[in-house]
């Protein structure tokens, strides 16, 4: 059974396997039902959206000698064309990557996670996200947070809790997170403090979002490497979306507010 993809970054080239190359590995994968799934060892958080008879699976796993952006431990994200679908970000988030497993250092024991997740429907209607599995957790606390333009709902997942939302068809980013901390961790504080503008691109499109409603309108400039400015505009939501039409490259994002400025590169593919 093939368990692996060959992605390539360029034009030209080759992979060639040979029937010496083949191993057999009894492991366990982490696709499949989680009655296979007997890696006691391995720590993780398997989330699942369902809508309408379909389901999607994406799982968040704390490794040894993993990195916050994305590396060789992490898995991108295949896209189906079934609603709905879940993944989430490296924290190299400008890159813009989805990823079907995000693999991050195993934190200490006052270390917490602000994941953010992106989510896509295909169609309106009622969602229900929760977790599927919690396997060898240190942490006291589990949440999905959900940002609803300044609506914060958060979803206790250690507890089994599903969260369960109506949502109309489009892509979110910048929407949800998955939170993680230690038992006196203050989440609502964590998540109003945590990175108060996030900025990132996938494909054509550059998103903001900003989880503290204070930091909400401001003025967005977009520059290319060149410095020239190829958009200007306002954000005035705690999650905001631009549409590009340019080659692909390195762009540089900022957003002003009364107070602050912010500063992001990003990537447009």
């Known amino acids: 059974m093939q368990s692996f993809f060959v992605k390539a970054n360029g034009l030209a080239g080759s992979v060639k396997i040979e029937h010496a190359d083949r191993v057999h590995c009894a492991n366990n994968m982490y696709k499949g039902n989680d009655e296979k799934l007997e890696i006691p060892d391995n720590s993780y958080i398997k ?21 916050v952006s994305m590396d060789d431990e992490d898995v991108e994200k295949m896209y189906s064309y079934t609603p709905p679908l ?17 693999s991050l250092p195993i934190p200490d024991e006052n270390l917490d996670y602000m994941i953010p997740l992106g989510f896509v429907a295909k169609a309106d209607g009622n969602y229900v996200i929760k977790a599927k599995s919690l396997n060898n957790l240190d942490f006291d606390q589990v949440y999905l947070v959900d940002n609803n333009n300044g609506s914060i709902v958060y979803t206790d997942l250690l507890n089994n809790e599903a969260y369960s939302f109506f949502i109309s068809e489009g892509e979110y980013y910048g929407r949800f997170y998955l939170f993680t901390a230690p038992q006196n961790t203050d989440i609502e504080k964590v998540f109003n403090n945590s990175t108060t503008v996030n900025i990132y691109s996938y494909k054509q499109t550059v998103y903001i979002s900003i989880p503290n409603i204070e930091n909400v309108n401001g003025n967005v400039k977009i520059f290319d490497a060149l410095g ?42």
Do not use: W
Request: proline residues 2%.
């Open 47 to 67: 989330l699942r959206t369902e809508f309408n008879g379909y389901f999607d699976e994406s799982v968040v796993r704390f490794v040894d000698n993993s990195d």
């Open 86 to 102: 879940i993944f989430s970000f490296a924290d190299n988030n400008e890159v813009g990557i989805p990823l079907a497993i995000n």
């Open 228 to 269: 020239r400015n190829i958009l200007t505009d306002v954000a005035n939501s705690t999650f905001n979306e631009y549409q590009l039409n340019v080659s692909p490259g390195t762009y540089f994002v900022k957003y002003l507010t009364q107070n602050n400025t912010y500063f992001r590169k990003i990537s447009i593919n």
